[in-house]
């Protein structure tokens, strides 16, 4: 079965950092481009970040851009999201997608292309 798990979620004050892991198992993250996408109360599910196959292309939300940073570690089959200068907007449930990607420096910033997804964990941002 194709799991991806999402780790690293919690309560941080304004101003703080938090680093999200997906840990992906029953497949090799080589060959999927990832993502990152949240859902706050009331609100659409949003893209966060992505990155390519490669690793070589990332976009980023205009509202994380400076702050948050993606990468991805083949070795440990694992993808990453560094949240820093946390702001009590970005408080939502976070969740990392995967799709096969037969571009190796294609970012796919669409929900909608995601096939694969985590359980999401909590980040809230307040003090």
């Not at 194709?2 to 060959?31: I, K, N």
């Not at 702001?87 to 799709?99: G, Q, R, S």
Request: charge should be neutral; hydrophobic fraction near 30%; include cysteine.
């Amino acid at each position: 079965q194709l799991q991806l798990a999402e780790s690293g979620g919690g309560l941080v004050q304004p101003g703080g950092s938090l680093r999200l892991s997906c840990a992906a198992s029953g497949f090799t993250l080589d060959y999927y481009a990832l993502g990152w996408f949240r859902q706050a109360p009331g609100k659409e599910r949003e893209a966060v970040s992505c990155i390519s196959k490669s690793g070589g292309s990332t976009n980023y939300a205009d509202s994380v851009k400076g702050r948050f940073t993606i990468s991805r570690d083949n070795a440990k089959n694992t993808v990453y999201l560094q949240m820093n200068s946390l702001k009590p907007e970005d408080t939502a449930v976070y969740f990392c997608a995967a799709v096969l990607e037969p571009h190796s420096n294609y970012v796919r910033i669409s929900q909608y292309e995601y096939d694969y997804w985590g359980q999401g964990t909590q980040v809230t941002v307040s003090s």
